[in-house]
């Protein structure tokens, strides 16, 4: 029986890899959506390729590109950000969300308003609309599948059990490339440096916030949102081998682990096959030739953002589309050269200490949420 996909972000290193897993189990599936930013070359190679039957482009005016490597392919082209969430509300029986960024945002909430099956590896679509997109979910009577690994990893564990007998779940962070590095050394980091991640090899943006540990404050929100136990129960340990993807201990102190490569593969694959499994190219888990595991407590002093994070959280409201939105700023001003490593998390710090974000409602108020907060990290930007 083939199952259709949209691919929302197809172009980026999620959607490249869940490409790679259909691409390997081709008539298993039919593709319906591929979308992008602006890539319009890349874009039409995958849409050809996959047969699909739609190519979006976010930049619409990059669509007579697409639109010219497309003819004669019978494949529609759209551009444009209405057209994109008319794309992600087709039905399909599972769509891949793996746009970075808020920019993601829309087009989720009109996946999960059409009540279909959402793979979500967007984490700053869920930091920001928080409640607003969960409480979608349930109205819509939508599937949310954790793309992320440490979510991914939780959801895994938390099969057949009860969330009531949750005593703790623990996410692990690699610590990312930084993670031995003195403050003197942070201060001078450079975006070469930042991008090369030991374990994963991501988008520049997710790369950078593994470097600052935004990206495990981001999933500490996220996990909040998708397995309510309370903040008091989520805990982050740094787990520098990246092979325990996260962990939930229960009332009855068993620890459930999930372990696996450090290959996006494996938790998209077990999206796709949701609720039964799939192959994967991955080599099998060699835990000799692995030899040790290693943790350590969070170092909050060097890697402030896991407290940012939580402290947003904690503060509710429109808080963590601020910390999202901030930090989506300062991140592209640290790759553009404009600001140091460590001003990242000060510019965080200090917008969300000057605006007080009421709490969204809709996802309009999200979007405006994350409009203001642009502005005013642009302005913390300045201060440097
Ligand atoms: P990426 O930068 O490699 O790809 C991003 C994709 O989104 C591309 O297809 C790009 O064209 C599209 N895009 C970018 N800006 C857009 C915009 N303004 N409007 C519409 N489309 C836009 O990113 P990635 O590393 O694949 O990450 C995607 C998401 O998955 C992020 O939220 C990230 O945090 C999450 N994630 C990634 C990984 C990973 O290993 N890469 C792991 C876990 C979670
Ligand atoms: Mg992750």
């Not at 564990?157 to 692990?172: F, K, P, S």
């Amino acid at each position: 029986m083939t199952r259709s996909i949209s691919i929302l972000g197809a172009t980026g290193s999620v959607g490249e890899q869940t490409l790679d897993l259909i691409r390997r189990n081709r008539d298993a599936w039919r593709v319906e959506v591929l979308t992008a930013n602006g890539s319009a070359a890349k874009l039409a190679e995958f849409a050809r390729e996959f047969d699909a039957k739609l190519a979006v482009l976010s930049d619409e005016s990059r669509l007579p590109e697409l639109r010219g490597a497309l003819a004669g392919s019978g494949i529609e082209a759209a551009g444009g950000c209405a057209a994109l969430c008319e794309a992600a509300a087709r039905p399909v029986d599972i769509t891949v969300a793996a746009i970075v960024g808020c920019a993601g945002l829309a087009p989720v909430m009109a996946a999960i308003e059409r009540g279909g099956t959402v793979a979500l590896a967007n984490k700053e679509a869920l930091v920001s609309a928080g409640d607003v997109m969960t409480a979608a979910v349930a109205r819509h009577e939508a599937t949310l599948l954790p793309v992320d690994s440490e979510h991914n990893a939780i959801f895994q564990c938390l099969q057949g059990n009860r969330i009531e007998d949750v005593a703790q779940i623990t996410l692990t962070a690699s610590g990312g490339p930084f993670r031995t590095w003195t403050q003197e050394q942070l201060e001078v980091a450079t975006p070469e440096q930042a991008v090369a991640h030991p374990n994963w090899d991501m988008g520049a943006k997710i790369s950078v916030d593994s470097a600052t540990m935004m990206n495990k404050g981001l999933e500490y929100i996220e996990a909040h949102h998708l397995f309510p136990v309370g903040l008091d129960r989520l805990k982050i340990v740094v787990h520098p081998q990246s092979v325990i993807h996260s962990m939930v201990e229960y009332r009855d102190r068993s620890t459930l682990a999930q372990l696996g490569p450090s290959d996006m593969r494996v938790p998209i694959a077990s999206c796709l096959a949701w609720p039964q499994r799939m192959d994967t190219p991955m080599a099998p888990l060699d835990l000799a030739a692995i030899g040790e595991l290693s943790f350590f407590p969070p170092d909050e002093q060097r890697f402030p953002a896991t407290r940012l994070a939580r402290e947003a959280i904690e503060a509710g409201a429109g808080a963590p589309a601020t910390l999202n939105a901030a930090n989506e700023v300062a991140v592209a001003a640290f790759l553009a050269g404009q600001i140091a490593f460590t001003r990242i998390a000060a510019v965080v710090e200090s917008t969300l200490s000057r605006y007080s974000a009421p709490a969204p409602a809709s996802l309009d108020d999200v979007l405006g949420v994350d409009h203001e907060a642009r502005v005013f990290a642009s302005e913390m930007l300045e201060h440097a």
